[in-house]
């Protein structure tokens, strides 16, 4: 079985920075891309940000410039580091992986949990 679990969210003033984290564990042939999505109340869920084991990334266009996307390929580990947040940016943030069990299996995406990031005065 595979996990992704996120931790790092929580109740920030606009202007603030919160760091995400997201580890996978179990079984793990390989990953392909890891990324962060968030859905907001009443809304559709939406990419935020994704990176690729050779480090290519990818952001929505009102995260650019404000979140930055780090992968640590070793520990199977994703990090989204959010700065200058916005009280539009409140949201659960879902960490996701696409991720190979074995050579043999394909890829197949898997979601953590969410963690709920609130930006409030």
């Known amino acids: 079985q595979v996990q992704l679990v996120e931790s790092g969210g929580g109740l920030v003033q606009p202007g603030g920075s919160l760091r995400l984290s997201c580890a996978a564990s179990?079984?793990?042939?390989?990953?392909?891309?890891m990324g962060w999505y968030r859905q907001a109340p009443g809304k559709e869920r939406e990419l935020v940000a994704t990176i690729t084991n050779g480090g290519t990334t990818n952001y929505a266009d009102d995260v650019k410039g404000r979140f930055t996307i780090l992968r640590d390929n070793t520990q199977n580990t994703v990090y989204l580091q959010m700065n200058s947040l916005k009280p539009e940016d409140t949201a659960v943030y879902y960490c996701?992986?696409?991720?190979?069990?074995?050579?043999?299996?394909?890829?197949?995406?898997?979601w953590g949990q969410g963690t709920q990031v609130t930006v409030s005065s």
């Open positions: 996701a992986a696409l991720i190979r069990r074995t050579a043999s299996i394909n890829y197949v995406q898997y």
């Open positions: 179990g079984r793990i042939f390989s990953i392909n891309y």
